[in-house]
């Protein structure tokens, strides 16, 4: 079975300083990993993906997120937040059956001051 | 591309009266999924089908809870004798192909709020 734990449900970071919002995993298999975002009444927009390889991948709007295997972690950061990037951030990872559904955390609310 | 719609985006409806909200994938993905989300929570997967065909429910999906994609392009999600605790927003995603490197694109969603 797999599991997301996020911790932290609510992050506030100035705008200019560094994002980084944790997410550890559990897995029976090599995983598969996502973040996605939601902005208010709006579905979830993939941020990015982790499969096979390179385990430092690239998103959209500057994200990247870096796999562990060894700490199951897969930590979300930004190196300079915007206040566009006030939003809800969940993390995921695919299921191991043929449906490949995934499981999320129960999200980061992500607040950015001025 | 014009992405997952979903609709309506809102149903207020009264306890114990049905709703069916309605999904419309990206055109050439075979792979349809429904999740629910709850207040503060993560999705919750419901139910997956690929191209006509139901192949997966969670325990989540009571049976008052039916799901079907008749034709396998849109699919249609209705509850039965709705209750307080089916509030939630309904989400739809869709995936192209057997690849499981396809990540799932999703819906804004339709919100439902029991009376």
């Known amino acids: 079975a797999q599991s997301v734990t996020q911790l932290g449900s609510h992050v506030s970071v100035s705008e200019g300083a560094l994002v980084l919002l944790r997410c550890n995993y559990s897995?029976?298999?090599?995983?598969?990993l996502f973040w996605y975002v939601q902005y208010p009444n709006q579905g979830l927009q993939l941020l990015l993906k982790y499969t096979t390889g390179a385990t430092l991948v690239k998103g959209i709007n500057g994200f990247e997120a870096e796999f562990k295997k060894s700490e199951t972690s897969f930590h979300l950061t930004k190196p300079s937040a915007h206040m566009s990037d006030a939003a809800e951030y969940f993390c995921a990872v695919r299921g191991s059956g043929s449906a490949r559904q995934l499981t999320f955390g129960s999200g980061t609310q992500l607040t950015v001051l001025p | 591309d014009t992405g997952v719609s979903q609709d309506p985006r809102h149903k207020i409806t009264k306890r114990g009266q049905n709703v069916t909200f309605r999904c419309d994938p990206i055109?050439?993905?075979?792979?349809l999924y429904w999740y629910r989300q709850t207040l503060g929570q993560g999705p919750e997967f419901l139910t997956y089908f690929q191209n006509e065909a139901q192949l997966e429910k969670s325990r989540l999906l009571s049976d008052r809870f039916s799901a079907e994609r008749p034709k396998g392009s849109f699919s249609t999600l209705e509850i039965q004798r709705t209750e307080q605790g089916d509030s939630a927003m309904y989400l739809c995603?869709?995936?192209?192909?057997?690849?499981?490197?396809?990540?799932?694109?999703f819906g804004d969603g339709t919100r439902l709020s029991i009376l």
């Open positions: 995603a869709s995936s192209l192909g057997s690849d499981s490197n396809q990540p799932q694109h």
């Open positions: 055109s050439e993905h075979n792979r």
């Open positions: 897995s029976s298999v090599p995983p598969y």
